[in-house]
């Protein structure tokens, strides 16, 4: 039997091989950049690390996690960082996501940045607080018809310190069709000083991987990992009048640093909550607030529905959010002259719509403190 | 293996203009109009181009010489070339970005896109068909990468005055680049009446 037929597999195989050899060696020698200092806030931490791979990667394995909505695909521009060193020019993967003035000051994307030799970088004191959490889900309670409440037991670390406002990464386990554990953001709706535990509010988004793995996958007595705590949404400690505006889910953030004010007795500065429903079957959480407000003296909650519907016997105010904190600015909050402050969560168009009604009531732009579902 | 008799000189100029890869073949047409439009672009993967058909036709030469044809496989050409082709392109990003950063960015970012230019391939082919000898292979791969670079870089500073002019609105975008085109192939034309290299 002739094998000559053979020849030309072999060949090809053979050419193959040879040459994925010489990518794989020339990729050990040319793409081995040895060992990296990195030098963080001028001396604060440094780190040393085995060049190679990108910033963001590093960083994380050395338990420093900048965060990163999209995992370092370059298609979030969330992974910012502050390079002092040269690292060459900005590359076309990072332009579309940096500002006019953080392309002079050197901020660069960190997922996009190789680390090739050692270099300073710069990034926010908080995120040295940010760690990895392991927890057990506690108990996942139905608030509405599409807003569960997970409340998380922590194991590792068993106690979490954060500001109230903050927010943690939620990662999803594979399931279905969804192969790869995928990561999103959450306000804690708990308060800080329920130190071991940490509860959220996940409102079912048609499509979306982590709540539809939620809704459907998540189950009591279950292991999950976090990210936390996040984020520079939190209570700033003056005497303004503090105007809150929490839509939907939104409630998680706001809900949270009320109850963070309440339990630390700091209730000398008037608080205005206003909270937006579309109808009564939207609102969650709204009788506790109620029994706050009758205590706590300065504290006002207004509940408002934009289209309650008949069934509803709603009597209380409606509208869009927008227009009943016009009317509210305009009459009962009585506000003039006083320093004022807004803090807002909810969908990005309520965010901007009742940013624009703030400034148009005198508050100032830099004073209003928002977290935009993204 | 008889080299067929031609000066050195005459070859590389036959394969900058009179028998230029993109004028004359019209090989690599898709980067050579997507990438057009802009001159900065067009000079960075033009040179791109000189870079990778200089390499990859010597590899490819070599290849042919002292596996293909001594194993008999020279049917199996056209795979084992776009093979090396592929694994060439890696290395060079890789070397390069280690190199010089500047010339990553100017360079390196467009060496994945050549992987598949049809222009790399065709002078590998063109290579084997014409029975080069080594230096004759790598002039002739030099001078084609030359050709291309000038055809491109030609194209693109076209295209930027074509931009301003009144095209009828039909004909704009790929309707008057391929237009223009077929006027630069013509004018190229003219240099086949000098010498003529097959």
Redesign the interface.
């Given at each position: 039997m002739s094998l000559a037929f053979l020849?030309?597999p072999l060949?090809?195989g053979g050419?193959?091989a040879v040459?994925?050899g010489?990518?794989s060696v020339?990729?050990s020698i040319?793409?081995n950049y040895g060992e990296c200092k990195i030098d963080i806030n001028s001396g604060q931490k440094s780190l040393t690390v085995t060049g190679g791979s990108s910033l963001l990667q590093l960083l994380a394995q050395e338990r420093i996690f900048v965060p990163s909505a999209c995992g370092g695909r370059g298609s979030c521009g969330v992974c910012k960082v502050r390079v002092l060193s040269d690292?060459?020019?900005i590359?076309?993967t990072e332009l579309p996501y940096l500002e006019e003035e953080e392309r002079e000051n050197g901020t660069r994307l960190s997922c996009q940045i190789k680390v090739k030799d050692d270099m300073d970088i710069e990034i926010p004191e908080e995120l040295f607080n940010i760690k990895e959490i392991r927890g057990v889900v506690e108990e996942i309670n139905d608030m509405t018809h599409d807003i569960k409440e997970v409340r998380v037991k922590l194991i590792d670390p068993p106690q979490l310190e954060f500001k109230a406002g903050q927010y943690a990464q939620l990662e999803s386990k594979p399931y279905g069709k969804i192969k790869e554990p995928a990561q999103r953001a959450y306000s804690m709706s708990s308060p800080p000083h329920d130190r071991d535990h940490l509860e959220f509010y996940v409102r079912l988004v048609p499509g979306g991987i982590v709540t539809t793995w939620t809704f459907e996958e998540l189950q009591e007595g279950e292991k999950i990992r976090l990210i936390a705590p996040i984020g520079d949404f939190h209570m700033r400690d003056t005497d303004a009048l503090k105007v809150m505006i929490a839509g939907g889910s939104g409630m998680a953030p706001i809900k949270s640093i009320v109850l963070d004010m309440w339990e630390k007795g700091d209730t000398d500065k008037p608080v205005w909550f206003f909270f937006g429903a579309r109808t009564r079957k939207d609102l969650f959480y709204t009788e506790k607030l109620k029994e706050i407000e009758s205590k706590w003296e300065n504290f006002h909650f207004i509940e408002a529905l934009s289209e309650p519907t008949p069934e509803d016997k709603w009597d209380g105010e409606v509208g869009l959010i927008t227009d009943v904190l016009d009317r509210y600015f305009k009459g009962e909050m009585n506000t003039n002259g006083k320093p004022m402050e807004g803090y807002l969560c909810g969908s990005p168009g309520m965010i901007d719509a009742c940013i624009a009604v703030m400034t148009k009531n005198g508050i100032p732009e830099d004073k209003i403190y928002y977290d935009k579902f993204a | 293996m008889n080299p067929p008799p031609v000066n050195l000189a005459v070859l590389l100029f036959a394969s900058v203009f009179t028998s230029n890869i993109l004028l004359a073949n019209f090989l690599g047409m898709c980067s050579f109009i997507s990438i057009s439009k802009d001159v900065t672009s067009s000079n960075g993967l033009g040179m791109a181009v000189i870079l990778v058909l200089t390499v990859t036709t010597a590899v490819n030469w070599v290849?042919l010489r002292y596996?293909?044809i001594p194993?008999?496989?020279v049917y199996?050409r056209f795979?084992?070339f776009i093979?090396?082709i592929a694994?060439v392109v890696?290395?060079l990003e890789?070397?390069i970005?280690?190199i010089s950063?500047?010339l990553y960015?100017a360079l390196g970012?467009f060496l994945p896109l050549i992987t598949v230019n049809c222009a790399i391939l065709g002078v590998s082919l063109f290579m084997f068909i014409r029975e080069y000898s080594f230096v004759q292979t790598v002039i002739y791969g030099f001078g084609s990468g030359v050709g291309w670079w000038l055809a491109i870089l030609a194209l693109s500073t076209i295209r930027q005055r074509v931009e301003k002019a009144p095209v009828p609105a039909g004909l704009k975008g790929p309707g008057i680049t391929l237009i223009t085109i077929g006027f630069m192939a013509m004018a190229f034309m003219g240099f086949s009446g000098m010498l003529q290299v097959q």
């Open positions: 020849i030309g060949a090809i050419i193959a040459l994925a010489i990518i020339v990729d040319v793409n690292v060459g020019p590359l076309p | 290849v596996v293909l194993l008999g496989l199996l795979i084992i093979v090396v694994a890696q290395v890789m070397v970005e280690r950063e500047a960015i970012i």
